[in-house]
């Protein structure tokens, strides 16, 4: 048996990395996170091949300091929680700091940023996990991450990726997805140097109109809801407006989108009585609560979340969007029936 040893800190983070990034979009919504968390009113997403080549994020939020730039590369570095008590009330979409570390830890990553009040920008390279001194840069207010060649170190890794197209595709739902929460913030996202969604500041019902159809809004039904902490708003798809599959189901917990159970179960149930049972309602949904009734803290990429008092939620989505059903035509008829 060989003897019990510490892992190098690069290993261990291409460990995490693993979990963290799994392929390109999971590095592009870590990036995208922590440009709404920098507080970013316009964020400019770059992709090359895919994302594979090339992911870049620019944004204009509150930047970094230059002496905090190594710390930002850093495993289990982060300005977002400082305690136990802000572990289990997390605000922002962060929190781990282990994003950018694992990223960088397989991939060469340029980091550069101007903090507010700074004159000057400052940058970082790490290659391979290797961090380069800290120089100046020019920069706007505001911070740039650049990842380039995701996986050229892992090549085990880089076997896995599947074709630019279907990357590509993973990071264009990343991006919407994100989108679709954030309609207050300005979003470019380029692929190989075209346009792909220039999206301007605008209202929620603007952003769902641009992003998931103009048939799906002009049909879809307002859901505003409330009962206690807990606030439902966004739009449920009229019945007519049914899809063969689940890929128009937007469902976001404080601004972050999720899978859930329990809201699945809780929406498919309000939509029982006036669906056909092999189609799908389509929504875009966003629950906000108290961030202490919520762990968000249960896997790695934050997709799951688990509620202190599921039953209380399920209840309450369910009401919510069975009553906002129970105006169109199908939910009385449904009710005619009953
Ligand atoms: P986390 O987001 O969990 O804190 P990350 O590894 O993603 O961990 O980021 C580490 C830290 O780097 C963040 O806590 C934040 O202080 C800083 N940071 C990363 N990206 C940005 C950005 N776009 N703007 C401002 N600060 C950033
Ligand atoms: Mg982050």
Known sequence: ????????????????????????????????????????????????QGGIKLIRVSDNG?????????????????????????????VTL????????????VSRLTLTSRPVGSEHGHQIVAIDGTLHPVEPAP???GTT?????????????????????????????TFERIALAHPQVEFILRHNGKVVWRLPAQAL?????????RDFADNALAVETSAGTLVLTGFAGHPTASRGNRDTQYFYVNGRFVRDKTAQHALRQA???????????????????????????????????????????HQFLFHSVHKT???????QEAAHLA
């Open 94 to 105: 962060g929190f781990r700091g282990e994003g950018l570390a694992s990223i960088a830890s």
């Open 205 to 213: 019902a603007d952003r769902v109109a641009a992003l998931l159809g």
């Open 139 to 141: 920069h706007a207010q």
């Open 1 to 48: 048996m060989s003897r019990i040893q510490r892992l190098p800190d690069h290993l261990v983070n291409q460990i995490a990395a693993g979990e963290v990034v799994e392929r390109p979009a999971s590095a592009l919504k870590e990036m995208l996170e922590n440009s709404l968390d920098a507080g970013a009113t316009r964020i400019a997403v770059d992709l090359a």
């Open 271 to 313: 939509y029982r009585d006036v669906l056909h049972h092999e189609r799908h309602p389509a929504y875009a949904l966003f629950l906000t609560m108290d961030p202490a009734q919520v762990d968000v803290n249960v896997h790695p990429t934050k997709i799951e979340v688990r509620f202190r008092e599921s039953q209380a939620i």
């Open 145 to 173: 991450v650049e990842v380039v060649d995701l996986y050229f170190n892992t090549p085990a890794r880089r076997k896995f990726l599947k074709s630019e197209a279907t990357e590509y595709a993973h990071c264009a739902t």
């Open 325 to 331: 059903l129970a105006g169109t035509q199908a939910g």
């Open 62 to 90: 509150s930047g970094i300091a230059a002496e905090d730039l190594p710390l930002a590369l850093d495993r289990h570095a982060t300005s977002k929680i400082a305690s136990l008590d802000d572990l289990e009330c997390v």
